[in-house]
């Protein structure tokens, strides 16, 4: 029973932020250009302050997990790598290809995540989740453009392709997180005081925002693709990366995290990046609806099964 509550006390707060923004949606308080603009100001204002403030919070001289990075990094890599070779072999459509490869390797970790390993772990120190950003974002970023551009054709300039990486609002704050980390830079409180409260409303506002953007009507003509991206990202992931980190000896925390990279749902940005890049647009809108909604029943069931096998105290 022990088990069952806590895995219920761990998504059902989640579930009722997406739903009240989803019922928002639904009631006409909020459109598809308000829900956007709002979502731009979460992804380049709110989430970058609470990272940055997560690692400046941080002891990492003695949380510092190398281990569960290193394992991160090799497997978000590897997954990639795999789906290179696995979704042409499934899936004839070349602007569906790559649109696959991304949706079920590249997980929404900075908006889901993060509140993830937070709310299963609230009084504990939780640097991990923050730190992961700057591991496996880059590697999301850079193996969705590569994937885009190989399968759809649509090619980018390398340097452009590593500008968007450098710039990237969540790789920018964890650098300015570790450049004040390293150099014990104080900020005066009357700058760091309202900083802190604007990252403090990244998280509820982010899961608002995710149930504000689900559209169910963008997974008619994508059934088949819909069900193969689906099932790779919320049952294959997790089933492969989280049994090699169990027999790793990856535990509580450190799990916690890596549950939030690799059962979590398809990253939100991957829709606007797979339009503009020349992708199947509508088989990725479909892919963030469904894997966000049924991410609900499946997060909690990884949860519920780690735990009761006394992998997360």
Known sequence: M???L????????LL?????????RCVGWLDDASTHRINACVFRIFLPLLLCFNIVDTDLGESFDGLTLLYALATTLAAFLFLFWLVPRLCRDRASCGVIIQGVARSNYAIFGIPLVMTMYPQADT??????????????NV?????????TGKRSKPSRVLRDILLNPLILATLAGFALWWLRIDLPPVLESPLRS??????PLALF??????DFQKAKANGKTLVISVLGRLVAMPLVFLSLAVALGIRDVSLAALIAVYASPTSVSSFPMAQQMGGNGDLAGAQV??????SIPTVFLWIYVLRSLGYLA
């Open 2 to 4: 022990d088990d069952l």
């Open 6 to 13: 806590f895995s219920l006390n761990t998504v059902l707060p």
């Open 16 to 24: 009722v932020m997406m739903a009240v923004g989803f019922a928002a």
């Open 127 to 140: 640097s991990i989740a923050a730190l992961m950003v700057a591991v496996v974002v880059p590697v999301f």
């Open 143 to 151: 193996m969705s453009t590569v994937a885009l551009t190989v399968f």
């Open 198 to 203: 604007l990252g403090s409303v990244a998280t």
């Open 209 to 214: 925002l995710l149930g504000a953007s689900m």
């Open 289 to 294: 609806v469904f894997t966000t909604a049924l």
